[in-house]
């Protein structure tokens, strides 16, 4: 993750390099570089979803949570932005971005319907509906940060202030 991170497009021997193996050893594992990234992009999301659990997202109000749960998997993603970058903009079918976000849109869904269970979210709208507008709007953050227009922090708060709104966070 270390090499894809320092140079996205680095192959398959710079890899083994780093790993301290060989090339075949490499490939025995990951037959093509997009098996390679692949996996790597599985071990991202494993990132991810482990720091949003230590974020303890059964605690405290649900908007508390909800944020804390975003502010980790932003930090956790956030150690190899140019990888981050690389794997976002590789083809992926429907399907297989649907497996790798499942485990974070888990556990959104179990905060936002916590909340809107305790009155504290709008339940007007579907939990699923506002799973997928959270990480389209985390995504959009990520997007205005990479792309020089906003700096992190900026984004972190509009993605926090959208959310809330957008979730009808009693506050």
């Known amino acids: 993750m270390r090499v894809l991170d320092a140079e996205p497009d680095a192959g398959v021997a710079a890899v083994a390099v780093a790993a301290g193996v060989t090339r075949q050893t490499v490939y025995a594992h990951f037959p093509t570089r997009e098996q390679l990234l692949a996996a790597v992009l599985d071990h991202l999301t494993e990132q991810v979803v ?20 975003l502010d980790a998997a932003r930090r956790a993603s956030g150690r190899y932005p140019a990888l981050v970058r690389k794997l976002g903009s590789l083809p992926v079918g429907q399907d297989g971005d649907h497996r790798r976000h499942a485990p974070v849109a888990d556990r959104l869904k179990e905060v936002i319907e916590r909340g809107q269970g305790t009155g504290e979210f709008d339940d007007r709208l579907s939990s699923d509906w506002l799973v997928a507008v959270t990480i389209s709007l985390a995504h959009t953050a990520s997007a205005e940060t990479d792309a020089g227009r906003m700096p992190g922090e900026q984004a972190a708060e509009a993605l926090r202030t959208s959310l809330l709104r957008v979730l009808g966070a009693r506050q």
Do not use: S, Y
């Open 50 to 69: 482990a720091a949003m659990d230590a974020a303890d997202p059964g605690t405290g109000p649900a908007a508390d949570a909800l944020v804390r749960l």
